[in-house]
């Protein structure tokens, strides 16, 4: 892997003098962005513009410790200005090598008690940054924060779109609230990201990055403010962050365009993230995994006959051997099926339940009679990958021990799931897990968890993350999907909560009827988008572990499912050719020299032209799977087209309501 980031520092723009000030302002590389840091009368405040026009005005920002609140009567006692290129590649994410250029502030603040915390401001083409760092200093040794402060004065009363929150403690996937700033109501608790739309045509997304060794930060509403809240620790100490000195903040993220594509293709998150220490990656492998937990372990009915290891054997070698068949990297274990039809946790637990976690349960052992060694040797050999889920509470348990047997069994990757929660302790959990995985060869998929914040650059072995109420809502009741989960959601989704990273979503639903028929069925799920409409989802997503979650039996002989099989799940380029937020997005990926392209509706129908602009010189065949002419009722119906296409080509395609299209498009010599 390679990792470099450069310091261009000069005589002009280093300041060491000493001198004081009270005003700091930074600009983007290409000048269209100004971001300021304001000591004036006595409050600490940032601003920011885009080509001239506000769109922070004058905002608090500050740390409330245990001992006092730093961020009133500020003095800013030196600076220092650099010009940084980062120049790095990743394993997996919407390209696979990055050169990013920014300038730096690194600004030295004292207040009246003489407690000292340093401010790093940095500036992109697209989007700001904020982190404090808190150095060692005399008289405190033990860091205790109660709240950081960012009140965000966003002007000309823009349109907000975030997943609102019941509390700081739930699995972070829920709907999209999409209000005017001044309509919210306040106290609400809103998960990052969020997008800002401004009337005059600006977008402004607002997230966090490199979230490590502290707490993560929602969203409120006050008084038409917006305000960032860190969570609270569980402890009820009323402090948030401890521990010792030094300590950084994550980056507090600003994107900020008049195209809503610049911000979707921004890759600041990963730029912000601390690099990868491990050097050799070889052995890390994106992919598609299958996920049977969304069917229900759907298989021919012979195969369901037995002891409870007799079932599970030939289950999973089924799966097995369709993953082998099919090319798909990945299989996954969530549980095992009993006698009955009832699914338990795979390892060792006394309560069969997989989200009650008894402190006797061992992720290290297998239930009683299932044999996890054979069916992983039986997909090691047939060059599948075995997968398991884990609840993270019974993996911490004996995290060490567990990884040591995952390797012994030959395991490839996990779930982790139910974390629930951002404070610092689930946080310094996660990041353990990371560490251990990177160390063991393990890859992680994190569920019932908070947004990604880059850490995909500094640990590999996270490829993918939930944060969203996804299709596995199909399978529990009306209120859960019906008219919600569906195009419109998926749109939200794609426009809000991928800027943060990797998503994680159920994909890969082969069974679709239309909403009006739409009934909620545990185990045999059904969706309401046409099958263009999943297929494009491979591409308006972007994650290093896709799922391929319908039965086999779902897939066999369809149309569509050739699409699926060649997807690749880790990109070198990703464009977006057209877009409207909750209408309709376009998007272009490249792997190699072969470039995919999808696209999402809302409910509506629509027609669209598209062009390829995107695409290298010379012929390419182009593969397109579109809505048929009969999908408004019919959604299961797709057509198939090849044809030959050119960079200078525009393709016109109609899309049904709740669909979509998805293409292939290969260069021919």
């Known amino acids: 892997m390679k990792i470099k980031s450069i310091l261009l520092l000069s005589a002009v723009s280093i300041l060491l003098c000493g001198c004081r000030s009270t005003k700091e302002t930074i600009y983007s590389p290409d000048g269209n962005i100004a971001f300021t840091l304001n000591a004036n009368e006595g409050k600490t405040t940032i601003s920011l513009s885009f080509k001239s026009k506000k769109v922070i005005e004058n905002s608090p920002v500050g740390i409330e410790f245990s001992d006092g609140y730093f961020g009133d009567n500020v003095i800013i006692s030196h600076c220092e200005r650099n010009n940084i290129i980062d120049d790095y590649d990743l394993v997996s994410g919407k390209a696979s090598h990055i050169r990013s250029e920014s300038n730096e502030a690194h600004l030295y603040l004292e207040d009246e ?36 402060v960012m009140d965000l004065k966003i002007p000309d009363n823009p349109v907000v779109k975030a997943m609102s929150l019941p509390n700081f403690t739930s699995s972070h996937e829920n709907y999209y609230t999409t209000k005017e700033l001044e309509s919210l109501n306040d106290s609400i608790l809103f998960d990052m990201p969020a997008l800002i739309s401004f009337p005059t045509g600006e977008y402004m997304a607002i997230t966090e990055s490199n979230v490590v060794d502290y707490a993560g930060m929602m969203l409120t509403t006050e008084n038409a403010t917006l305000k960032g809240i860190l969570s609270p620790r569980h402890d009820n100490s009323g402090l948030c962050v401890t521990g010792e000195l030094p300590r950084r903040s994550p980056w507090r993220v600003f994107q900020v365009s008049n195209s809503i594509g610049t911000i979707l293709e921004s890759n600041v998150i990963t730029t912000l993230a601390d690099p990868c220490k491990e050097k050799d990656l070889s052995w890390l492998e994106p992919g598609l995994s299958t996920w049977p937990w969304w069917n229900c372990y759907q298989a021919p009915e012979n195969l369901k ?55 006797s349960d061992d992720t290290s052992r297998p239930y009683k009679d299932f044999d996890i060694e054979s069916i992983s040797k039986y997909a090691n050999d047939n060059g599948v990958g075995l997968r398991v889920w884990v609840h993270w509470k019974t993996l911490n348990q004996n995290i060490e021990e567990t990884f040591s047997q995952f390797n012994k069994w030959g395991i490839r990757g996990m779930m982790v799931d139910y974390m629930d929660r951002d404070d610092e302790e689930m946080i310094d959990f996660q990041k353990k897990v990371l560490e251990l995985a990177m160390k063991h060869h393990l890859h992680i998929q994190f569920h019932g968890a908070s947004k990604p914040s880059g850490l995909n650059r500094t640990y590999p072995c996270e490829l993918t993350r939930e944060n969203t109420k996804n299709y596995e809502c199909y399978k529990w009741g009306k209120e859960y999907s019906g008219d919600i989960i569906g195009s419109e959601h998926d749109l939200d989704v794609a426009f809000t909560r991928t800027l943060a990273g990797p998503s994680d979503y159920h994909l890969g639903s082969f069974r679709a009827v239309r909403r009006e028929d739409f009934s909620p069925v545990f185990d045999h799920p059904t969706t309401t988008s046409t099958r263009a409409h999943s297929l494009a989802m491979y591409l308006a997503l972007e994650s290093g572990l896709q799922l391929v979650s319908d039965a086999p039996e779902a897939y066999r002989e369809e149309t569509g499912f050739d699409f699926i099989k060649e997807i ?29 392209m999808g696209a999402i509706g809302n409910s509506d129908s629509r027609d669209l032209s598209v062009p390829l602009k995107f695409l290298g010189e010379g012929k390419y065949s182009m593969v397109l799977y579109k809505d048929a002419m009969d999908s408004g009722s019919n959604l299961n119906h797709i057509d198939k087209v090849e044809n030959c296409v050119f960079s200078e080509s525009t393709i ?18």
């Open 113 to 148: 008690t003489g407690r000292k915390v340093e401010l790093f401001l940095r500036a992109f083409n697209d989007a700001v940054a904020y982190r404090f760092y808190i150095p060692r200093q005399k008289d405190i040794s033990q860091l205790e924060i109660k709240k950081e």
């Open 305 to 359: 006959k037995g002891d409870i290891n007799t079932i599970n054997q030939n289950i999973n070698r089924y799966y097995i051997d369709f993953c082998a068949d099919n090319k798909i990297e990945y299989h996954s274990i969530t549980g095992i099926v009993k006698e009955d039809g009832n699914e338990i946790c795979w390892y060792y637990n006394e309560n069969s339940r997989t989200g009650v976690p008894q402190d």
């Open 568 to 596: 690749p799940t880790a990109w070198d380029e990703s464009h977006v050719i057209l877009a409207e937020v909750d209408k309709y997005l376009v998007i272009a990926r490249r792997k190699g020299d072969k470039w995919y």
């Open 652 to 669: 016109d395609i109609h899309l049904a309501p709740n669909g979509g299209f998805a293409a292939s498009l290969s260069p021919v010599d």
